[in-house]
């Protein structure tokens, strides 16, 4: 699994006008499944988030995670994290799961961030969405299984 994590003030999903979510500050979450993928993926990554220091403490420094700061999660799916373009200008996403095992693996995710607490909202599987946010930092990391 691949995972964009970027820490936002403020992040929306939409489909066409209507705001489907939205959280205030936290972590806004692009999450890529790949063919390789199982639950135990999922569950790592869920909690190398939950458990991510990048929010600053009192001294500026990076030391707090998502629980602490009691921070939000808006988790969107995007199979093109797994898109291959070292040849030719077509991306291949041959690498990327099949829609169903990245449904299944996508909501395994999202159960585990919910179980540890946290408020998640999220996109809409499988649907062309827009999605608005505040990068704050930018801190921005790309984390994988």
Known sequence: MRVVVQ?????????GDEVIGAIGPGLCILLGV???DTETAAEFLASKIINLRIFEDKQGKMNRSI???GGELLVVSQFTLYGDSRKGNRPSFTAAA???????LYEHFIQRLRQAGLKVATGKFRAHMKIALVND???TLLLES
């Open 7 to 15: 820490r936002v003030s403020e992040a929306r999903v939409s489909i």
């Open 98 to 104: 099949t829609p169903e095992a990245a449904r299944r």
């Open 67 to 69: 629980r602490d700061l």
């Open 34 to 36: 790949g063919t390789k």
């Open 137 to 139: 930092g930018p801190v």
